[in-house]
């Protein structure tokens, strides 16, 4: 059963702790995403990986933290220096560069208090 | 800033109602694609339009890519209640890499 998976579904931090949110894919995709949702508002790129051992920053990146050890896993970090992390989060992942339809996962939703 | 805008940022329709999102960017775009996002769901892919002026149909959704690149619509005719969701664009800007910038998204409510 191929696709995207997210865990855990639902995070609850208290504020000052850092937490790591997992993304897995067994599509055999390059490229990985992680973006932000707040209510009511659309998708904000957090950081973005083509390949293994490399990403990028997206436009929201400050205080948060990724790495790409393995094609198929994307791990988020959340560090208490965000500011604001309550929030849905979302990863995907597309089969590379260029103009490819992106595949997401389920979400976390994470709330620190 | 957002540089993908949608209006309307909610619509309520009664099921039969034909429904539009508008999506509008500040910049060319290389391609566009659209996403539905149901209530509690995730996003999913519905379709990518490529070239300028161009436009494709999914049975009552028709998607619409504007002659500069820079805009693009969906529309769906005689909405139904399983078309309700969140629809955003994406878009590829130019010179913007490899990302995708979200639009705002239009919720869709529809109504018996």
């Known amino acids: 059963d191929g696709g995207i998976t997210q865990s855990p579904k639902y995070l609850f931090r208290k504020e000052g702790q850092n937490v790591t949110l997992s993304c897995e894919q067994n599509l055999n995709h390059d490229a990985m995403y992680w973006y932000r949702q707040d209510p009511g508002q659309g998708l904000r790129l957090i950081y973005y990986s083509q390949i293994v051992n490399d990403f990028q920053k997206g436009d929201i990146a400050e205080g948060y933290s990724v790495s790409r050890e393995k094609k198929e896993s994307f791990p988020l970090t959340v560090t208490s220096a965000q500011k604001n992390p309550t929030a849905f989060y979302l990863c995907a992942s597309s089969k590379g560069r260029d103009s490819y339809e992106q595949y997401f996962g389920p979400g976390t939703r994470l709330t620190v208090t | 800033g957002q540089q993908v805008m949608q209006i309307p940022q909610y619509q309520h329709v009664q099921e039969g109602e034909d429904f539009t999102t508008y999506c509008n960017s500040s910049?060319?775009?290389?391609?566009i694609q659209w996403y539905k996002q149901r209530p509690g769901g995730h996003p999913v892919f519905l379709i990518q339009?490529?070239?300028?002026?161009e436009v494709k149909k999914q049975k009552r959704l028709t998607f619409q890519f504007g002659e500069a690149k820079k805009n693009s619509s969906l529309h769906i005719t005689a909405t139904q209640t399983t078309d309700v969701g969140t629809y955003f664009c994406?878009?590829?800007?130019?010179?913007?890499?490899?990302?995708?910038?979200f639009g705002t998204g239009t919720q869709l409510k529809v109504e018996l």
């Open positions: 994406a878009g590829r800007l130019t010179g913007g890499g490899n990302k995708l910038t």
């Open positions: 339009l490529v070239k300028s002026g």
């Open positions: 910049t060319t775009l290389s391609n």
